[in-house]
């Protein structure tokens, strides 16, 4: 579903990624690790191009992105942000219809009814008719995720989904991501929730200073570690 070879970006003189290899399959769940800085969120906006990649390829479902092709591909990538990112001024129903309408071009109906039920399956439905404003900060990122589900997306990206959240409300957004890792969605997740790293990763991936340095199924990762680098990543943070 996301292969990438041989990745370059930089900002000017710095070099974020220095050539990554990656690959995702259809349906697998991959939880990027990694110290701040170590060039996580660059991976994955590179991915849906909200970066643009100065070497290497990037292929999702079978079509290049990036250097110029603006690709349809980008609308079959959903991403949640750490901020959440909602119009503040819409209610939550609009926020989540705004994108089929806007760009699959359904109609406000047929956008919302689809809103409804994906509001209903975060958990949030009865709060459709509020602003973001209104509602709690867990409950602000499950309109996030029913608003990149709403556009029907092949992969899901997460940048550090609960970062932003105060603790009691870590647990609600991590469970509804749960819920969506068995529905056979592609999902590339960076967070440091390591607990959800083990629970739902098919791999987990470590990056430090712009390189994938170690990746394995999770037992593997978190029990025995080759590089020191990782280890004493995880000493940190476990
Ligand atoms: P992470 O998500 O792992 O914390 P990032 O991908 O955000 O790391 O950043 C990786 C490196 O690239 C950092 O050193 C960061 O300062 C740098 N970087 C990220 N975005 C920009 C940018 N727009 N301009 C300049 N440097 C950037
Ligand atoms: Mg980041």
Same mark, same amino acid.
């Given at each position: 579903?996301?292969?990438?070879?041989?990745?370059?970006?930089?900002?000017?003189?710095?070099?974020?990624?220095?050539?990554?290899?990656?690959?995702?399959?259809?349906?697998?769940?991959?939880?990027?690790?990694?110290?701040?800085?170590?060039?996580?969120?660059?991976?994955?906006?590179?991915?849906?191009?909200?970066?643009?990649?100065?070497?290497?390829?990037?292929?999702?479902?079978?079509?290049?992105?990036?250097?110029?092709?603006?690709?349809?591909?980008?609308?079959?990538?959903?991403?949640?942000?750490?901020?959440?990112?909602?119009?503040?001024? *819409?209610?939550?129903? #609009?926020? $989540? +219809?705004?994108?089929? &309408?806007?760009?699959? %071009?359904?109609?406000?109906?047929?956008?919302?009814?689809?809103?409804?039920?994906?509001?209903?399956?975060?958990?949030?439905?009865?709060?459709?008719?509020?602003?973001?404003?209104?509602?709690?900060?867990?409950?602000?990122?499950?309109?996030?995720?029913?608003?990149?589900?709403?556009?029907?997306?092949?992969?899901?990206?997460?940048?550090?989904?609960?970062s932003a959240l105060d603790p009691e409300m870590v647990g609600e957004v991590l469970d509804v991501m749960q819920q969506l890792a068995k529905t056979g969605?592609?999902?590339?997740?960076?967070?440091?929730? *390591?607990?959800?790293? #083990?629970? $739902? +990763?098919?791999?987990? &991936?470590?990056?430090? %200073?712009?390189?994938?340095?170690?990746?394995?199924?999770?037992?593997?990762?978190?029990?025995?570690?080759?590089?020191?680098?990782?280890?004493?990543?995880?000493?940190?943070?476990?």
């Amino acid at each position: 579903m996301i292969e990438m070879k041989n990745v370059v970006k930089s900002f000017g003189l710095f070099t974020a990624l220095h050539g990554v290899d990656l690959q995702v399959r259809e349906g697998e769940i991959v939880v990027v690790i990694g110290p701040s800085g170590s060039g996580k969120s660059t991976l994955i906006r590179c991915i849906n191009q909200l970066e643009e990649h100065n070497g290497g390829e990037i292929i999702v479902d079978g079509a290049q992105v990036g250097h110029g092709r603006k690709s349809t591909v980008l609308t079959e990538v959903g991403m949640v942000f750490q901020s959440f990112n909602l119009f503040p001024h *819409m209610t939550v129903l #609009r926020n $989540v +219809a705004l994108g089929p &309408v806007r760009v699959r %071009g359904l109609s406000w109906a047929a956008a919302e009814e689809r809103a409804q039920r994906l509001l209903a399956r975060v958990g949030l439905e009865g709060h459709v008719g509020k602003y973001p404003a209104q509602l709690s900060g867990g409950q602000q990122q499950r309109v996030g995720i029913a608003r990149a589900l709403a556009m029907e997306p092949k992969v899901l990206l997460f940048d550090e989904p609960t970062s932003a959240l105060d603790p009691e409300m870590v647990g609600e957004v991590l469970d509804v991501m749960q819920q969506l890792a068995k529905t056979g969605v592609t999902m590339v997740v960076v967070t440091h929730e *390591m607990g959800f790293a #083990r629970r $739902v +990763a098919d791999r987990v &991936v470590f990056m430090d %200073g712009g390189r994938i340095i170690e990746e394995g199924p999770p037992d593997e990762i978190f029990s025995s570690p080759r590089d020191p680098r990782l280890g004493s990543f995880l000493q940190a943070v476990l």
